[in-house]
């Protein structure tokens, strides 16, 4: 690990499995949207030494998944993980059904027909970047993945650790946003067990609340953003692209609804390990003001951090591509809910204990290693040729 010892990692992992369980209210969940599919499922390993480790702070095992509960959380041990839902067999003959059956028009924005894995390892590349210093497009892999990519501007506040750039990719303009990779950034994971109005939208009737945390950052960034789009010639017409991995798919989900309030062209957007950033109300504002823009959010069944916040009051965005690990073990588009029960849903709270020691291991984490072994680099700062000042390995 770069500047944080596997002790503080281990501390700030399940600090942060803990703030999550304990700061979730419990809201009745919210329909948001249907669309098509195709399956696969995958059981989530668990580590039995994790079971100790989380349990050994008393007050809290009532916020520790029952998966990871010893004797001194009155449990008889850990619990049988859920058995996950059958699902369809991989590129079922009625999801390409469906969307044959749509417009040409309609299939160019759904998510679940346009869902494409060669496009989805140049977002991942994209979002790679955005650990690097990635002015001059010369960063090392993620750059080399992506060589078209001109008049690249960063946009950076250290001291909340929001980082992101905009640049030019061909006739579209692109915003990435930086996942976290500081003990500033993981302060801001951690203020977003709170939920807080998010100004100026509602669902229903009901007012949208998202992550504290993660508001702060996008607010501390977005005028400067916009600001650096104005410069390199992006209009609001100009079709937008939107991509970020971890901490930086929250921010990447605030924009998107942000820039499309604001008139912008929103294009497509992928985002990969994103947690969930707000509430029933914000996921049902969020789809209908993205109803036609294909918003792809990439999961793992091995990544931690998908699982969190819990579901309940908070609530996924856009439709769900869901890898059980690996790309040769095929991945499934989920139902466009946002919580679809035979994708990420299917394990449960994923044992996000067991996964988040896990990657005390960059190597080992699943948060990291999205596309792989298709895309050769990891979604970090590890393959940075130049990497920004205040880049630490840290997932």
């Known amino acids: 690990m770069y500047g944080m ?21 419990l809201t009745p969940p919210v329909e948001v949207s249907n669309s098509t599919a195709v ?3 995958r059981p989530h390993q668990e580590w039995p030494e994790t079971q100790s480790l989380v349990a050994s702070f008393p007050s809290w095992c009532q916020f520790v998944p029952k998966a990871f509960q010893s004797v001194a959380c009155g449990s008889s041990g850990p619990a049988s993980a859920p058995s996950p839902a059958p699902a369809p067999a991989l ?11 749509l417009s040409a028009e309609q299939r160019a924005r759904s998510a679940a027909c346009t869902y494409s894995e060669k496009e989805a390892m140049q977002f991942a590349a994209l979002s790679a970047a955005a650990y690097c210093s990635p002015e001059e497009w010369t960063c090392g892999e993620a750059c080399r993945a992506v060589p078209d990519m001109r008049s690249v501007r960063r946009i950076d506040n250290d001291e909340l650790d929001a980082h992101a750039y905009v640049g030019r990719l061909g006739e579209a303009c692109v915003v ?33 609340r998202v992550g ?67 509430d029933v109300a914000f996921a049902g504002a969020f789809h209908e003001a993205m109803a036609s823009t294909p918003v792809h959010r990439v999961t793992r069944a091995d990544d931690p951090f998908v699982y969190m916040p819990a579901r309940d009051p908070f609530h996924h965005v856009g439709t769900e591509v869901y890898y ?8 499934r588009v989920c139902n466009g809910s946002g919580e679809d029960a035979a994708c990420q849903d299917s394990n449960g709270d994923g044992g996000a204990a067991a996964l988040l020691m896990q990657c005390v291991i960059p190597q080992q984490c699943g948060h990291l290693r999205y596309l792989q072994p298709a895309m050769a680099f990891p979604l970090d700062a590890e393959s940075c040729a130049r990497r920004m000042e205040s880049a630490i390995l840290i997932p």
């Not at 059980?324 to 991945?331: E, N, P």
């Open 5 to 25: 010892s596997s002790l503080a990692c281990l501390r700030l992992a399940a600090i942060m499995l803990v703030g999550f369980h304990a700061h979730a209210e």
């Open 39 to 41: 399956a696969i499922n």
């Open 91 to 101: 590129n079922a003959p009625s999801t390409a059904a469906q969307c044959q059956q």
């Open 176 to 208: 990435a946003f930086r996942g976290t990779d500081s003990v500033n950034g993981w302060g801001q994971n951690l203020a977003s067990v709170f939920l807080t109005e998010l100004p100026g939208c509602s669902h229903q009737g009901e007012t949208c």
């Open 212 to 278: 504290a945390g993660f508001l702060q950052n996008y607010q501390a960034i977005a005028e400067a953003v916009r600001a650096q789009l104005s410069a390199i010639g992006c209009v609001k017409s100009t079709p937008m692209f939107v991509t970020g991995h971890s901490l930086g798919g929250a921010l990447a989900t605030l924009a998107m609804f942000d820039l499309e309030r604001l008139g912008y062209n929103l294009a497509k957007a992928y985002t990969f390990g994103q947690p969930r950033v707000g």
């Open 324 to 331: 059980r690990g690996d790309t040769t073990d095929g991945y």
